[in-house]
């Protein structure tokens, strides 16, 4: 897996856009941008996903570069509900069976305090 | 539909000890996999089940091992405790197979285990 560097943390206003960075510049063709979120005390909540063009759903945007080697995860009206620990990670899509050393991991994210 | 339970929610242990953890994915759900999260680590892969069999294996100890039952609940047990095996152990269920499709997959809110 491509690996991926993110700010530890990051500040932003109630009702601002939170922009949060994400570096993955060994990524390879065939891998996709997941981005994950995880609130105190709970699992990790899927956000969005995308291989090459940006994308957008009801919880976020996500903007990769035209190289593909960073993206940003883009929370348009930030509340104080999206404080959390945001981790951005890489991976190729589709299933896959069996693989004795089959390894997914997580990096250590970005702290994202919404601020009031 | 009811989400994905793990229980105890939080256990404490000695070193030397075992633990079993157990987790019920969403209804008609079949795979369900295993992580575990610290903060030095991050989210690290422990391994999946999926029609009680074991699918994928991350790079964990023997000490570390699973299984699942005919109606998709699984267990995880830790046998010889660690001080190092203090974490948070979630479980995460999916209708299908492959740990890869991260958008599928449904994370429940993890079990606290502490090591003394």
């Known amino acids: 897996d491509a690996k991926t560097t993110q700010p530890p943390s990051m500040d932003c206003a109630e009702g601002r856009a939170a922009n949060l960075p994400c570096n993955h510049s060994t990524i390879s063709g065939n891998e996709y941008v997941y981005w994950y979120r995880q609130i105190h005390s709970q699992g990790p909540q899927y956000i969005i996903h995308?291989?090459?063009n940006n994308e957008t759903n009801e919880m976020a945007s996500l903007i990769i570069t035209e190289d593909r080697k960073s993206s940003t995860l883009i929370l348009p009206h930030a509340t104080l509900r999206d404080t959390a620990v945001y981790y951005c990670?890489?991976?190729?899509?589709?299933?896959?069976?069996?693989?004795?050393?089959?390894?997914?991991?997580f990096g250590k994210g970005t702290l994202l305090t919404v601020n009031p | 539909k009811a989400g994905v339970t793990q229980t105890p929610r939080y256990l404490i242990k000695t070193r030397g000890q075992q633990v079993t953890l157990s987790c019920s994915p969403i209804?008609?759900?079949?795979?369900v996999s295993w992580y575990q999260q610290t903060p030095g680590q991050g989210l690290q892969f422990l391994f999946e089940?999926?029609?009680?069999?074991?699918?994928n294996k991350g790079n964990f100890p023997g000490r570390f091992s699973g299984r699942q039952f005919s109606n998709s609940r699984s267990e995880m047990n830790v046998s010889t405790l660690e001080l190092g095996d203090s974490a948070l152990y979630l479980c995460?269920?999916?209708?299908?197979?492959?740990?890869?499709?991260?958008?599928?997959?449904?994370f429940g809110p993890g079990t606290r285990l502490t090591v003394l």
């Open positions: 990670i890489v991976r190729v899509a589709g299933g896959t069976s069996g693989g004795s050393n089959y390894k997914l991991t």
């Open positions: 209804s008609g759900h079949r795979s």
């Open positions: 995308g291989l090459k």
């Open positions: 089940y999926f029609s009680e069999t074991q699918r």
């Open positions: 995460a269920s999916s209708s299908r197979a492959g740990t890869v499709t991260l958008n599928e997959q449904f």
